[in-house]
């Protein structure tokens, strides 16, 4: 197992979404996303407010809280040398089945994979624009179709996903989910939008 999971107390929680609701309307609208995802970006100070008995703030990299109501592609959040690992913490979910898919596979450059899905382009992350599998540099390939229990989260076509494996995890509020940055994840499908925080670490 890659990823740890830590349980994080309500009132920590009821703190971000607090923040949440005074700054949603100052999101960042130059986020890697191009408006996919609307991002409050916060500094060390906060991070340490909110998640400081959890984790080492010295490791703190950059962080932020997000929202998004379609879902986010596969990508790995190395647009930073500095971003070591992820420390995602789920803040809002109206649907039970919704999931954070993180992958057994790797890669070491900054990355977001979109096949031929979309032209989107991304700020921060470079798009890909072919499937995870075909991209030079990605480790762990398994050569074979993604397993059926993580195709039933998952959008888009099976093929896109071909010889990916990993760990389809329950988006829980009251839980924070850690894990390296340089391991492929992506959001589950979606019913209805979701709130979350993302820091990033070093080591």
């Not at 499937?131 to 959008?155: A, N, W």
Request: net charge negative; glycine share 6%; proline share 5%.
């Amino acid at each position: 197992m890659h990823y740890f999971i830590k349980n994080i107390e309500t009132p920590v929680i009821k703190s971000f979404v607090d923040y949440w609701d005074i700054e949603k309307d100052n999101f960042n609208k130059n986020a890697k996303d191009n408006g996919m995802m609307h991002l409050i970006n916060y500094e060390r100070e906060f991070f340490d407010m909110m998640l400081g008995e959890y984790y080492n703030s010295e490791r703190f990299n950059s962080g932020n809280i997000f929202w998004h109501e379609h879902p986010y592609f596969p990508h790995v959040d190395l647009w930073d040398s500095n971003n070591k690992w992820n420390v995602v913490v789920p803040l809002v979910c109206q649907d039970d089945d919704q999931k954070l898919i993180i992958f057994d596979q790797t890669y070491h450059e900054a990355a977001t994979w979109v096949g031929d899905i979309t032209k989107r382009s991304f700020h921060g992350n470079p798009a890909i624009y072919k499937r995870i599998c075909d991209t030079p540099g990605v480790e762990g390939l398994t050569g074979k179709p993604c397993p059926d229990h993580l195709l039933e989260h998952l959008p888009y076509s099976p093929d896109f996903y071909h010889g990916l494996s990993g760990t389809a995890i329950d988006w829980e509020v009251g839980i924070s989910i850690e894990f390296k940055a340089e391991y492929i994840h992506c959001s589950g499908k979606m019913n209805t939008p979701k709130i979350g925080s993302a820091n990033f670490l070093n080591d």
